[in-house]
């Protein structure tokens, strides 16, 4: 069997997956906290459908990935259908694929943007096993009426921490999307967060 005969699918449906998938995408960000399907489990793939479909509709050739878990498997499969090619470290990434571990790299390491050109900064792809079983959180801000309560599972301890931290730099920031199986649910860097139980 050819290297390419073993890669695993990409779409089944090119064109409309990835319009759905895309539009996914923009709306998780547009609506904070409001939990999005997102794709078709895609057979002998270590990722989420979610995740899958989002790599799919958001990568190209001029989009660095850093794999938090680097799987050759993996990373070849999303170069073999999108020509992403591999970042060396956070910094360089245009988006990043993360999952549940206490070893991630702090949220100041991604690429921020600039004052100028905020849109250079990093998307951050975080693959987490629930979405509905962790601390509760209030999100507050563009996108969102009145107030959102969110519960994501799986993350590190610091890290609604590192969050509030960063909107110190506002515009500057990284955009987040937490996939869970076939659901995404966005975090722009316009969301103001808070432990409902003080943070």
Known sequence: MSYTNSISL?????????QRAFRGALDALARPGRRLTVGQPVKGLALGPAMAHLLLALTDDDTPVWWQQPDARTAGWLR?????????????AAFAVLGVTTAWPPQYMFAPGSMTSPEGSATLL???????????????GPGIRDMQTVQIAGLPENFWTQWQASQASFPQGVDIIFTCADAALGLPRTTRVRRLKGI
């Open 80 to 92: 073999f259908h999108t020509g992403a090619p591999l970042a060396e470290n956070p910094a360089e």
């Open 10 to 18: 990409g779409f089944a449906d090119p064109v409309h997956d990835a």
């Open 126 to 140: 975080v693959e987490v096993p629930s979405l509905d079983d962790g601390p509760a959180l209030e999100w507050r």
